[in-house]
């Protein structure tokens, strides 16, 4: 069984084409730039093909894209499937699937009409992600699709974790609540570290350490996402590439009043130029950070300092919310890369159970276990494969039809 996963913005659309059952992967790539000059990116993973990098093709809207993709895919010389016929299903990622949706489900008009419900939730991701479901149906009729929802996971919290302290009618009118975000990562490291340690799931408590251009960090107990960092929207937790992560909201008055600004601009700079970039001033990127850090910059040393000392406190209030931690684990850009920022983030948590040993953790985008042989608290490094989820899922709901 093939499955190709797309995850569809508003000007861009990544695919990947992969067998869920043997985990294979047959081809990735990206299309950028749909409606402007459109940049095509072609990744075959068998060997003898070729790789297109950012080529210039007219892709005017997500449907010229898709079609471009399917082209390329069965292309006779370039392509990894000999027909369209080849590809089982669509597993889409979905950004917000509100309250609505606790797991993956098959598209049907019902579906749509509920996602496009959720729009208000997510006004950037959602409508990109129904115009990419959209522009599938189109040029693929009758092919299965899924979609995979980034909040699902994060459906089990209870309302002590979910429940913002202002007046209730806005949760129960308006459905301001914390939703959680990264839950395919979050669920899918979870689990592979329950199989690598061969422990059931629903017998451990696990804190996640989702650590990229976006970050959260997640309580799992039994295999339930209970508490996660992430809230309303990705801009609340942790402090980001470019996001300020959670921050008292007077702020926001002070800097219309003081500054003159509206909120939209306010709501830019807390988007896009705050987190470790509007700290620095340097990059929202990790890799310049330690790198500035290492040449002296003071600013660049505060801003890993300060992201640092912020997801410790986060591990810390994971296992309060859980009394107890079992396992740490470490995905993303940030957390499967970074060995020095692994170390100063599990550090001093000894006091715990945890030690990290500075030997086992010089490792980079590979499963490994970095915890020393007496600490109690396992603690891993495990990639992240948000892909493979979505096409795990889509097969599964695809074959109970
Ligand atoms: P996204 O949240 O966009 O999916 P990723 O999970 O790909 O992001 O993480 C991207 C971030 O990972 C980059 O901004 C970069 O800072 C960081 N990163 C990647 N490799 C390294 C590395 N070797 N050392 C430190 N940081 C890294």
Known sequence: MNILVINAGSSSLKYQLLNPDTKELL??????????????????????????????????????????????????????????????????????????????????????????????????????????????????????????????????MPARSFIYAIPYEYYENDHIRRYGFHGTSHHYVSQRAAEILGTPIELLKIVTCHL??????????GGKSIDTSMGFTPLDGLPMGTRCGSLDVSIIEYLMENHNMSIEEVMNVLNKKSGVLGVSGVSSDFRDLEKAAAEGNERAKVAIDMFCYKTHKRIGSAAAAMNGIDVLIFTAGVGENSAELREKIASGLDFMGLKI??????????EALISTDDSRVKIFVIPTNEELVIAQDTARIVSQK
């Not at 000059?37 to 060997?47: H, M, R, V």
């Not at 990229?212 to 107990?221: C, M, P, Q, T």
């Open 357 to 366: 040993d500075h030997t086992r953790n010089q490792v980079h985008g590979e």
């Open 212 to 221: 990229g251009n976006g970050s959260s960090v997640d309580a799992i107990a």
């Open 27 to 156: 081809a990735k790539g990206l299309c950028e730039r749909i409606g402007i000059d459109g940049k095509f990116t072609y990744k075959p993973q068998i060997a003898g093909k070729e790789t297109l990098s950012a080529v210039d093709v007219a892709m005017p809207t997500h449907a010229e894209a898709i079609k471009t993709v399917l082209n390329t895919l069965v292309d006779p010389k370039n392509g990894v499937i000999a027909s369209m016929s080849e590809i089982d299903a669509v597993g889409h990622r979905v950004v917000h699937g509100g309250e609505k949706f606790a797991c993956s489900v098959l598209i049907d008009d019902q579906v749509m009409a509920a996602i496009e419900e959720c729009i208000p939730l997510a006004p950037l991701h959602n409508p990109a992600n129904i115009t990419g479901i959209k522009a599938c149906e189109e040029v693929m009729p009758g092919v299965p699709m899924v979609a995979v929802f980034d909040t699902a996971f994060h459906q089990t």
